[in-house]
C-alpha cells in the first residue's frame, strides 16, 4: 500500500511539472496591424484601398505645404481635404481596377512570370493608359474641387501635364519594376501607395509653386 502512494505521488508530481511548463492555451494573442489591415483587405479590398489612398494622399499634401508653405505660414486644410478626396474617391478605386485588370490581362491570359511579367506590367501601367489618364485627372479635379470652371481646370492640365509626366517617368517605371517583381499582388496597390507618398508631395509642391508663380 506505501508503494502504491509513492509511485502515485511521483505521477502526479511529474504532471504537475509538466502542467507547468505547457502555455495556457487560454492567452490571449497580441493584436498585429498587419494582420487587420490584411484582413480588412479581404473582406472589403476596395473601402480598405480607398481609406489608405485618401490618408496617404492627404499626408502627402502636408509633407508638400511644409517643403513649399503656404503665404500666411498655416497649413490648409481645405487643400489637405481636397488631395484626400482625390485620394480616397478616385484613385483608390480606379487603382484596383486597374491592377485587377493588369493581373488579368498579363498572368491569365498572356501567362507570363517573372521578369517578363515585370516589363510588360510596367510598360501597360507606365506607357499605355495609365499613367497619363490618372494624371489628367488629377490635374482636371484638383482645380475642379477648388470650384473653378471646366476651362480653368483644362488650362491647368495643359500648363502641368508634360513637366509632371517627365517627373513620373523618373520615378515610376523603376517603382513598378520593383512593385511588380517583388511584392505580391494583393500588396502591389499597398506598395504604390507607400511611394505616392512621396510623389504626392511631389504634386502638392508643384501645384503651390504654379499657383505663386
Excluded at 17 to 22: F, H, I, L, S, V
Excluded at 116 to 145: C, E, G, H, V
Amino acid at each position: 500500500m506505501a508503494s502504491f502512494f509513492q509511485g502515485g505521488g511521483r505521477v502526479v508530481a511529474v504532471f504537475l511539472r509538466r502542467g507547468a511548463q505547457t502555455p495556457l492555451r487560454t492567452q490571449s494573442r497580441r493584436f498585429s496591424p498587419m494582420a487587420w489591415y490584411n484582413s480588412q483587405l479581404e473582406k472589403a479590398p476596395v473601402i480598405t484601398k480607398s481609406i489608405t489612398s485618401g490618408i496617404l494622399f492627404g499626408l502627402g499634401d502636408v509633407i508638400g505645404q511644409f517643403i513649399l508653405p503656404e503665404e500666411n505660414g498655416k497649413l490648409n486644410f481645405a487643400r489637405v481635404g481636397r488631395a484626400a478626396v482625390f485620394g480616397s474617391l478616385i484613385l483608390g478605386p480606379l487603382a484596383h481596377l486597374h491592377f485587377n485588370f493588369l493581373e488579368y490581362m498579363v498572368v491569365k491570359r498572356l501567362a507570363l512570370t517573372g521578369t517578363r511579367m515585370a516589363f510588360l506590367k510596367m510598360f501597360f501601367d507606365q506607357f499605355t493608359y495609365w499613367a497619363i489618364s490618372i494624371n489628367t485627372i488629377y490635374l482636371f479635379t484638383l482645380p475642379k474641387l477648388e470650384g473653378k470652371t471646366n476651362d480653368q481646370a483644362m488650362d491647368n492640365v495643359r500648363a502641368r501635364i508634360w513637366p509632371t509626366m517627365k517627373a513620373n517617368w523618373c520615378l515610376w517605371p523603376i517603382a513598378q519594376l520593383i512593385n511588380f517583381k517583388l511584392i505580391p499582388v494583393a500588396h502591389q496597390l499597398n506598395f504604390v501607395l507607400i511611394v505616392s507618398l512621396g510623389w504626392a508631395s511631389y504634386l502638392s509642391f508643384a501645384g503651390g509653386k504654379m499657383q505663386k508663380e
